[in-house]
């Protein structure tokens, strides 16, 4: 359970200034201060740095923020600090987008924000009951977009890790039918009283071929990359403050393999020879080819490179 300490700073200011830092474990956006995550429309600079004056500073210190998924598709968070700070913490997007309103952001090379917990595909999902072919995989999730919107010094050495989720593998097809057993030859035949075997005993009948496996699955596209902007403020960015990032496209998951083919059927037994026929040898029925193997599953896409863009924007002083 994180702890939350509120520091009261004396400062010039018509409202005291607050900071709020969270030391350790795991929290989601309700329960940080609403100060820190109300939208925020920037018309002024001035108007910009007086709001994040009052609005005070915000610490993760050891801590993970996680915006929660949610079942109706991403939502926008949104964190306003003047000071923005995090020590070995990490903000898990989950696919939503964040947008970060500061004058100060600083992060250690302990931090990160990442799109997802893991970015690896999930597993092949199991057989579907009642039919040959594997299930398809699902596409990976697409990263989520970050804006951060800063006026001030952006001395960064976290990183900004927006990969795209990896394709679901697709599932192997499952084996084919047996092949049906063979018929049983004939029996022999006696001759007429006092002549002996008229017909000997016939061979078995092959067995039948095996049935051909099932299509793999299609492997699942791998989710696009997420998009990151900086946008400085009346300034223009410095290059080496940047933060390291990585915002490629997920990998498509492994194609479902074809099933492996059913085995031949049992060839038929010999026919009888019957009560005349004891000299006349048959021979049981070969066993069916095995079938086929099913076909592979077709390869998903790979995700699309998000962009990076660090830009000065111009407001009204």
Known sequence: MPRTYALLIAVLFPCPLLAQVIMGGSLTPERLEPRFTMALTVETLSGFRSHLDRVGDLTLDKATLILPDSPTGPRTYTLVARKLQFDNSRVITNGNTLEIF???IVGDSASQI?????????PPNEPSPGTLDGPHGLNGRNASDITIYTAGDFRNKMTLSLRGQDGQAGTTGQ????????????????APIGTGCRRGPGDGRQGGAGGTGGRGGNSGAGGNGGNITIVF????????NLPIYANEGGRPGAVGQGGQGGPGGLGG???NRGPCCHGNAAHDGRTGSDGARGTAGSQGAHGFKGQFVAKRQDIPV
């Open 114 to 122: 990442v799109s997802f917990t893991t970015t690896s595909g999930l």
């Open 233 to 240: 403020f009346n300034k223009a960015p410095v290059q080496n």
């Open 175 to 190: 084996a084919g039918s047996i092949g049906t057993a063979g018929a049983r030859g004939r029996p022999g035949r006696c």
């Open 102 to 104: 500061a004058e100060e």
């Open 269 to 271: 037994a010999k026919g």
